[in-house]
């Protein structure tokens, strides 16, 4: 994917795919002593990516793996996400890029839109997205996770060819959540407004769960002590760093959201 990206023309941190430990240490050697590993399949929360300062540090992974891809690691600000759908006859339409905070390699909160990003960031990340979706020919939902570096670029991380959790806080907080919105573009219809309807939302995933009683069990008190909060559940059963529901909140004020939106979710924690 990132050699089809290239050709796109989409910005990314410094990459090559690799097929031994002598190739991985000649490119952290070329890269600052340290690079972002990564497997070609079962990238997910976390998985499949680990940070190498060592040739060796891959070994296990080039026993299972004909070409592993590595990065140069990157300094950034924050992570960012930008969904935009797309539907066969070429209408495209983005949600606004939201910025998403990671808590051991999962996603852990979502702000939409992202806090203080300028008008050149929005149209840097819709561009980038819409050129992805438009080269690929993509049907659906499209969800590209960004770095926004320390020095004021933006760069491709992963892509997600489906609705995503980082798009999950459009259910209540968009005028078209990214569910209706890829039934639409599946089918060919035209596509919803995806504005945000508020200026802020912000979505906390619920991860693990109570380890005791049922998740169902809070809900009375969830909803009791934060009212604005919409709470949804996956019908999962608990498990430590298991994404088992999320909790969004959506309102004027991203101070106020915010609080909420925490602490409905930490009703769910043990």
Request: a negative charge; proline letters at 5%; aromatic letters at 6%.
């Amino acid at each position: 994917m990132r050699r089809r990206l290239a050709e796109l023309g989409a910005p990314m941190p410094d990459w090559a795919g690799v097929c031994n430990a002598a190739q991985l240490q000649e490119f952290i050697d070329e890269h600052g002593g340290v690079a972002v590993l990564k497997t070609p399949r079962g990238g997910y929360d976390g998985h499949g990516v680990r940070k190498v300062t060592s040739g060796e540090d891959g070994a296990d992974w080039f026993e299972q793996f004909d070409e592993l891809l590595v990065e140069k690691l990157v300094d950034f600000r924050r992570e960012l996400a930008q969904l935009v759908a797309r539907r066969p006859s070429g209408e495209m339409k983005a949600w606004p890029v939201v910025e998403t905070v990671q808590a051991n390699g999962v996603c852990n909160e979502v702000f939409a839109p992202a806090p203080h990003a300028t008008a050149r960031i929005h149209e840097v990340a819709d561009e980038i997205a819409e050129t992805i979706a438009a080269g690929l020919d993509v049907t659906g939902v499209l969800a590209v996770e960004l770095f926004e570096t320390s020095d004021d670029r933006v760069l491709v991380n992963e892509l997600a060819m489906r609705p995503h959790n980082s798009g999950h806080w459009t259910i209540d907080g968009a005028r078209t959540s990214q569910f209706e919105q890829h039934l639409r573009a599946v089918l060919d219809l035209p596509l919803g407004d995806p504005s945000a309807r508020e200026a802020a939302t912000v979505m906390i995933n619920i991860l693990g769960g109570p380890q005791t009683g049922a998740i169902t069990d809070r809900f009375a008190t969830a909803m009791a002590q934060f009212p604005a909060a919409k709470i949804h559940t996956y019908g999962k059963d608990a498990r430590p760093g298991r994404k088992v529901g999320h909790v969004t909140v959506a309102g004027s004020d991203l101070d106020q959201v915010a609080f909420e939106a925490r602490g409905a979710a930490a009703v769910f924690d043990d």
